[in-house]
């Protein structure tokens, strides 16, 4: 896959609830090849694509989320300095010391207690989230609230750098090369031969699972047949790790998971899945755990009278961390898939 | 009842795969219903028109889904590791045997040198007899699902023992009352619910594709009169449990006093079923969509997820004669 897409989505900065500049490009990038494209009330993004030819025999939903795990200004210190709250599941070991950006652009370096004059104790644990700040140079309050205010959004600073055997590495990759496959997906759709009626949902505060899933709105306002959600699933392919405890494997292939925690997914969805990568040679894989896994087909496939879904997954090491890292041999496979999916 | 019971405890159905005891409970509920439909999670819905003046839209849930395990990974030996499907009790689990829905067999066991304290969804894998990966590959895919090998049978004083009766037995309730109600005042809807053991999921887009005026779900309960447990006034044997509440649900007190006043004009024996924990569909009947006035009738059980669930049929048919006194009642 050209990866040239997802270079422009890596540096943008859209952590959950603050999702305009990545939804922005998205737009621009397909609006030229969709029907229709409108965003809902809570600020999904919904591209429609119908067939040219009759009427589309069912509504397919394809989703992939936007935004990326950040943070937001808690509150600022009499010296400038400022404090943050997490949005999303961020991998906190990674902080300290991280350079971070904020929506405007101004950027800033996550700090902490000086490691000199830390205690064998503190030494040994990632400093709590409570106990870092960001440093903007700034000699005062009022000189800080002239860059930003509370209230605002930042996120890991993007950086995409590509590694040996075609991996990639920056921050947020493994939801955004989910994003670049559906942009790359509805650049191919042939709408002549097209029989489903797609709509494609670039999704909202995926990351702030544990209050909610943007795509529940959109999935319930749409009311699809039948539901695919792309998301970065954790590799742990590392020494020290259980074979089965690994969730998958860099460059192993698209996932299929036959469930997940909050999700069992569609059995015949499922089988047919695997049934046509073994018959195409598409490289897959299976999750080796369920452990800790979810998508938002957890409130997907439970939307109204119920969506059938199929979860396609990105192999992502260091997931939620400044640096995820994955493999463009997995996004070919997910792409090869994804345009057999669509009919 | 019985012979359900058993028809049905010997069908397949772990969690997200249900159509072995969906087609069983399908061929048996037709003859006594209007109309037999499965919805898109996999819900199987039997409905009987009412005939009475003011009909009411009164929806019956037990969930047809058992506890049970998925296949994750295969290592080079052939040995199984699972995922669990629902609330397992490894403990219970451990050093039994299983069955795949192809009709393999295996044994679930602890991996060497695990406390029994620490049995858990990684620790234990099953042993099919296969000699190398290759081998278990030909048996068994990634994403097959297995169960505790079923069993039922009867004890004393009409006391019944095996497994699942968790839900199953709820599913005869249901069956019976279609079989039994003399007359269908209400519209019934007799909801055969999915994925229940892994987070009460089948009901909640049963209940929006109904919405019913009037909801009640029947699931197994506990048993407050066994050696050392926790002070609990439902106990086996003195009658179907009214729930008033558990961990993710208040019943509407209309629908409680409902069944209480049909259990009086039957002379049936009943009881008040206090949780302060865990749930069943009960709470997704109650607020899904706009809402529905939402009870549940508990059977009083013993050792609830193991090998060896323990009910009494007499308090079954009791929850029987409240469950068909609500397709014959007038409601307001």
Do not use: W
């Amino acid at each position: 896959m050209n990866t040239e897409f997802l270079k422009s989505l890596a540096k943008v900065c859209a952590p959950s609830g603050a999702e305009k500049a990545a939804a922005s490009i998205i737009e621009k990038e397909i609006a030229p090849f969709c029907d229709e494209v409108k965003y809902d009330k809570i600020g999904n993004l919904i591209a429609k694509i119908s067939p040219k030819n009759g009427a589309p025999e069912k509504k397919m939903m394809l989703v992939s989320h936007m935004d990326e795990v950040g943070f937001m200004v808690k509150s600022i210190d009499n010296d400038g300095r400022v404090r943050i709250a997490l949005l999303g599941d961020v991998d906190t070991r990674t902080l300290s010391g991280r350079r971070v950006t904020f929506t405007n652009g101004v950027c800033g370096i996550v700090a902490a207690k000086p490691i000199h004059v830390l205690s064998e104790g503190e030494r040994s644990k990632p400093t709590a989230v409570k106990s870092l700040y960001i440093e903007l140079g700034t000699k005062d309050k009022a000189e800080t609230e002239e860059l930003i205010r509370v209230g605002d959004y930042g996120t890991f600073e993007p950086k995409f750098v590509e590694m040996k055997n075609g991996h990639l590495a920056g921050k947020a990759l493994g939801g955004r090369s989910c994003v670049a496959l559906l942009c790359e997906l509805i650049r191919t759709i042939d709408k002549e031969k097209l029989k489903d009626e797609l709509y494609f949902v670039f999704s909202v505060k995926r990351e702030i699972a544990k209050m909610q899933f943007g795509a529940e709105t959109a999935a319930f306002t749409l009311a699809p047949d039948f539901a695919v959600i792309l998301d970065a699933t954790a590799s742990a392919d590392f020494d020290g790790v259980k074979e089965y405890d690994r969730g998958a494997k860099c460059g192993g292939g698209v996932v299929l998971a036959p469930a997940d925690m909050k999700t069992i997914y569609d059995r015949r969805a499922f089988a047919e899945a695997v049934s046509f990568c073994e018959e195409n040679e598409i490289s897959f894989q299976y999750p080796a755990t369920a452990a800790g896994a979810e998508t938002e087909a957890s409130a997907i496939h439970k939307t109204g009278v119920g969506i059938p879904s199929l979860s396609l997954g990105v192999a992502t090491r260091n997931l939620r961390s400044g640096a995820e890292i994955i493999s463009q041999n997995d996004l070919d496979a997910t792409l090869a898939l994804l345009k057999h999916l669509v009919k | 009842m019985f012979t359900e019971l058993k028809k049905f405890v010997m069908a397949d159905g772990v969690s997200g795969d249900e159509a072995g005891i969906s087609a069983v409970l399908a061929a048996e509920i037709a003859p006594y219903v209007d109309e037999v439909k499965t919805d898109a999670m996999g819900n199987l819905i039997a409905f009987k028109k009412g005939t009475g003046k003011n009909p009411k839209k009164v929806m019956f849930a037990a969930h047809m889904d058992e506890i049970g395990f998925m296949v994750t990974f295969i290592d080079d030996k052939g040995f199984i590791r699972l995922s669990k499907m629902g609330g397992i009790n490894y403990g219970a689990a451990a050093f039994s045997e299983v069955v795949f829905k192809s009709g393999l067999r295996g044994v679930i066991v602890p991996d060497a040198n695990t406390a029994p304290n620490d049995f858990g969804p990684n620790k234990v894998y099953v042993d099919i007899g296969a000699r190398t990966k290759k081998e278990a590959e030909k048996k068994v895919k990634i994403g097959d699902t297995c169960r505790l090998t079923p069993s039922l049978a009867k004890l004393m004083n009409g006391r019944v023992y095996g497994r699942p009766i968790d839900d199953r037995i709820g599913c005869v309730m249901l069956f019976e009352a279609a079989r039994t109600a003399k007359h269908f005042e209400n519209d019934v809807y007799f909801v055969f619910t999915v994925q229940e053991e892994v987070g009460v999921r089948g009901a909640k887009t049963a209940a929006f594709g109904i919405m019913p005026d009037y909801a009640v779900a029947v699931d197994i309960g506990g048993s407050g009169d066994v050696p050392n447990c926790a002070p609990f006034a439902v106990v086996l044997g003195n009658g179907i449990a009214i729930k008033i509440k558990d961990g993710m649900v208040i019943c509407h007190k209309t629908m409680v006093d409902t069944m209480k006043k049909i259990a009086e004009e039957t002379k049936t024996p009943y009881q008040l079923e206090i949780l302060e924990r865990g749930g069943t569909d009960t709470c997704m009947l109650q607020q899904t969509g706009a809402g529905c006035i939402a009870g549940a009738l508990s059977v009083p059980t013993r050792y609830g997820h193991s090998g060896v669930e323990i009910v009494d049929m007499g308090d079954v048919a009791g929850g029987v004669k409240i469950l068909a006194g609500l397709c014959e009642a007038e409601l307001a």
